[in-house]
């Protein structure tokens, strides 16, 4: 079977690296497609992509993350219209790409989330600490990833200047609940289909909130149990998506509360705390699905 992964970065790159690998092992044709390089035809009512030097893959991986722009959100439709099958596919990553779109879905079915505005000035801002409880809040861009464009927010004059600086009016900016790192624990499942590949739990480092593996390198290996990979299961699929790595925080008390489900996941940190590998079983997913 030809592949495509989708990607802007190049074959170095962990993710991209490691499907090629475990492709080629399977016996696989791989192919790198940079968004760049794809031309998108209409031409005699019929819809096309166009590849510089290979025939379109039978399947496509988008792997372009969540700084996703609309014309690499274009391009990934259009492999669609042209006959390709597309894991994930437009309207599952139109949604994950933008964190309050997602939590919009999640929250319709019924999952717990963190408690979130969405603000798009600073008067509306400061009536989301308001109604939050007050400060310390989280603050995030909608389309941030790998713990970049998240902050905590301590007082007025932080929130102003994440306001004046950090946001426009065509975006907003995520005001949410601030949950303490104390005797919380991170959660990183990541779906393939209807089953968990892997899970690790993570830490923060000291004096940081945020444990992005990519941050903080802090992971140890998790087996869910049976309600947190149900609800891993459960937020993958309000969202569409077949691959997925659903970020969850199970507070001190026992309850878990889901922070994001990214379409696009790392696995770097996932195959290197628990030894599975992930890419193999990525190739494995894609190729067998009909």
């Known amino acids: 079977m030809h592949i495509g992964i989708l990607s802007v970065r190049d074959k170095a790159y962990h993710p991209n690296k490691r499907l090629i690998e475990a492709a080629v092992q399977m016996g696989h044709q791989i192919s790198l497609i940079h968004t760049r390089d794809c031309l998108s035809a209409i031409q005699g009512g019929r819809q096309k992509v166009r590849l510089p030097g290979v025939d379109l893959p039978d399947v496509l991986l988008p792997r372009v993350g969540a700084t996703i722009n609309d014309y690499a959100l274009t391009v990934v439709k259009h492999f669609a219209l042209s006959g390709c099958r597309v894991i994930n596919g437009f309207k599952s990553i139109l949604l994950a790409r933008n964190k309050f779109m997602g939590l919009q879905h999640l929250a319709k079915q019924g999952i717990s989330i963190p408690d979130t505005y969405l ?8 009536r989301s600490v308001e109604r939050l409880g007050g400060y310390p809040v989280v603050a995030k861009i909608p389309s941030s990833r790998q713990g970049n464009g998240v902050m905590l927010v301590e007082s007025r004059a932080t929130a102003s200047f994440v306001m004046n600086n950090l946001q426009d009016n065509t975006r907003g900016i995520l005001v949410q609940e601030y949950i303490p790192p104390e005797g919380r624990t991170d959660i990183r499942a990541f779906v393939l289909g209807d089953r968990i590949s892997g899970a690790m739990a993570l830490k923060p480092d000291p004096g940081d909130f945020r444990t992005n593996i990519h941050i903080t390198g802090q992971g140890k290996m998790l087996d869910l149990n049976p309600a947190l990979s149900k609800l891993a299961l459960q937020s993958s699929r309000a969202l569409g ?11 001190r008390n026992g309850s ?8 696009s996941p790392g696995f770097r940190g996932l195959e290197d705390v628990t030894g599975t590998d992930i890419a193999k079983q990525i190739i494995h997913y894609v190729t067998a699905k009909e």
């Open 119 to 126: 603000a798009v000035t600073q008067e509306g801002f400061f």
């Open 241 to 251: 998506l077949e691959i997925s790595g659903c970020d969850m925080i199970l507070q």
């Open 256 to 263: 878990p509360k889901v922070i994001e489900v990214n379409y």
